[in-house]
C-alpha cells in the first residue's frame, strides 16, 4: 500500500533553490500526492481512555484545502508544518495537500510541538505575513500596529494592558486607557452595546461574550466568545482567570474528607444535584451553598497556609487554588449545560493538582487532558458514581493515573484550549483586526 507523502517529482531544474530565469523567485519542487488517508484524528472517546499511556497520543491527519492567492507568489514564504504528534520524537504527520501551486510551496517538518497551526510567514515583511483562517483560506496581516481599547466596565483583569510583539512581526496595544490610545483600530465591548452604525475611518466594533448564551449585539464586526465556531475564541484556560492567588499547593491530600466543592450562587437544580452527591462522598463544602464546615471563609481556619496577606482582609478567591489542593477530588458543576462551555470551575480544579468531578459541557473532553477528569454524566447513578470515586481513592495506581498527563505538558485537545485563552486574545485579537485593515475596513 503506497503511503501518504508528498515527494517530489524527479525534475532537475525544479530543484530546490533554482530560480525562475525571469521573475528570479526560486522554483520549488513539484508535489505528487497518494491517495487521501483514513482520517485517523483522535476524537474524544479515544481520548477518553483507562489509562494514558505514555504521552503520545494517536496521530491525527491533517486534509488541508488551501486557496493560495496569487501575490503570494512575491513573498519569500515558507509553510510551517506543526503536525500533530504530542511526542518528542522525530516523527512525521501525514498530510494531504490540494492546490494548484504546490512548486510555490516549501514544506519544513517541525518537531516542536505547538498546536495545529499553519502559517506563511515572510521575514523581512510584516505586510506579506498570511495566516491560516479556520476555514482553510489563507488571510493577509494588512496592518504591522493594532491598537485595541476596551470600552466601558469589564471584568478583564487590568495587568492584560500591553503592548504585546505577536506574530509575523504584528504589535498589539491593548488597554483600557484612551490617554495611551487615542486613535484605536478596534473598540471592544462587553457589558455595553457597539454603535450601531460605522463609518470608513471609523475603529472596528468588538463585542464579547463569555456567558453560555454567546448573544451577538448584532453591531459588531469582531465577535469573541468561548465557542471555536465564532470569529475569536476565548476559552476560560490559562493564567490569567487565576490572578491575585496563593498558589502554594499542598503534598498532602485529605484521606478522610474526599471533596472539596465550593458555590455561592445557589441554583436550585445545582444545588440539588451537589445535595445528591456530596451526600453520598465525605466533603467539604465551602461558600453560601451547602456549607458544612461552619461559615464562610473557613478555608482559612483549616488551611492557614493559604494565606496570602496576613495584614489584609481574606478574600475567597486568594486561597482558592491552595484549599483545593488538599482534596483528591473537586466537584465542579457549571451554570448550564451547552456545549464548549467550559468555565473556570474546572480549571481550577485542574490546576490545584485534584481530579474534577465534572458535570456540563457534553464535549468536555475536547477542552481537557486526555484522562484528567471523571466525566459525571457517564454514569448510570450518582450512586454509582460515588461507588467509583470511592474506590479511585483507595486506588493510589488507578488515582495516579489520572495526573499522568501532568508528566507529558500540555498535551492532546488542552494544548488548543490554553493556546486560546484569554491569555492568547491580546494577540489573536490584533491579527483578526490586523487582517480586516483595522479603520480602513469596509463601512457597516
Given at each position: ?77 515558507d509553510l510551517r508544518i506543526l503536525p500533530s504528534l504530542y511526542s518528542s520524537q522525530k516523527e512525521k504527520d501525514k498530510v494531504t495537500f490540494r492546490s494548484h ?344
Amino acid at each position: 500500500m503506497a503511503s501518504n507523502t508528498l515527494t517530489p517529482k524527479p525534475e532537475n531544474h525544479n530543484s530546490p533553490g533554482a530560480e525562475h530565469p525571469a521573475s528570479g523567485i526560486p522554483i520549488l519542487p513539484h508535489l505528487e500526492l497518494d491517495p487521501p488517508p483514513t482520517d485517523t484524528r483522535a476524537t474524544s472517546d479515544q481520548l477518553r481512555t483507562p489509562a494514558l499511556k505514555g504521552c503520545r497520543l494517536p496521530p491525527r491527519t491533517i486534509e488541508l484545502k488551501l486557496i493560495i492567492p496569487p501575490n503570494l507568489l512575491t513573498c519569500s514564504a515558507d509553510l510551517r508544518i506543526l503536525p500533530s504528534l504530542y511526542s518528542s520524537q522525530k516523527e512525521k504527520d501525514k498530510v494531504t495537500f490540494r492546490s494548484h501551486v504546490y512548486r510555490f510551496v516549501r514544506f519544513l517538518n517541525h518537531n516542536v510541538i505547538e498546536s495545529e497551526t499553519l502559517q506563511f510567514i515572510r521575514h523581512n515583511d510584516a505586510s506579506c505575513c498570511w495566516l491560516l483562517s479556520e476555514n482553510g483560506i489563507l488571510n493577509e496581516l494588512k496592518m504591522n500596529h493594532v491598537g485595541v481599547l476596551i470600552k466601558g466596565w469589564t471584568w478583564i483583569p487590568d495587568n492584560l494592558d500591553n503592548l504585546y510583539s505577536c506574530r509575523c512581526g504584528l504589535s498589539c496595544l491593548w488597554t483600557k486607557s484612551p490617554v495611551l490610545l487615542d486613535k484605536p483600530d478596534a473598540l471592544l465591548f462587553e457589558t455595553t452595546t457597539p454603535p450601531s452604525r460605522r463609518r470608513k475611518g471609523d475603529p472596528l466594533r468588538v463585542y464579547m461574550d463569555l456567558e453560555a448564551g454567546r448573544k451577538r449585539s448584532g453591531f459588531e464586526d469582531i465577535f469573541i466568545s468561548y465557542h471555536a465556531k465564532d470569529d475569536v475564541q476565548s476559552t476560560y484556560a490559562g493564567g490569567l482567570f487565576h490572578n491575585n492567588r496563593n498558589y502554594y499547593l499542598s503534598s498532602y491530600k485529605n484521606n478522610e474528607t474526599l471533596v472539596y466543592w465550593s458555590s455561592s450562587r445557589c441554583l436550585p437544580e445545582r444545588n440539588k444535584l451537589a445535595k445528591t452527591i456530596l451526600g453520598l462522598l465525605s466533603h467539604h463544602s465551602f461558600g453560601k451553598c451547602l456549607n458544612n464546615v461552619g461559615g464562610l471563609d473557613m478555608a482559612l481556619s483549616l488551611y492557614p497556609e493559604c494565606t496570602k496577606d496576613p495584614n489584609s482582609a481574606p478574600k475567597w478567591w486568594d486561597h482558592l487554588h491552595c484549599a483545593m489542593s488538599h482534596y483528591k477530588f473537586v466537584l465542579a458543576i457549571e451554570n448550564t449545560y451547552t456545549q464548549s462551555y467550559v468555565t473556570e470551575k474546572l480549571f481550577y480544579a485542574l490546576d490545584s493538582g485534584a481530579v474534577p468531578i465534572y458535570f456540563g459541557a457534553p464535549n468536555v473532553m475536547d477542552f481537557v487532558p486526555p484522562h484528567s477528569i471523571i466525566d459525571g454524566s457517564k454514569f448510570k447513578s450518582m450512586e454509582e458514581l460515588a461507588d467509583y470515586v470511592k474506590a479511585l481513592a483507595n486506588d493510589p495506581v488507578g488515582y495516579a493515573e489520572y495526573h499522568a498527563w501532568r508528566r507529558c505538558g500540555v498535551v492532546g485537545n488542552y494544548g488548543d484550549t490554553r493556546a486560546t485563552s484569554l491569555d492568547t486574545l491580546p494577540c489573536r485579537l490584533c491579527e483578526a483586526v490586523s487582517r480586516r485593515a483595522g479603520r480602513d475596513a469596509t463601512a457597516r
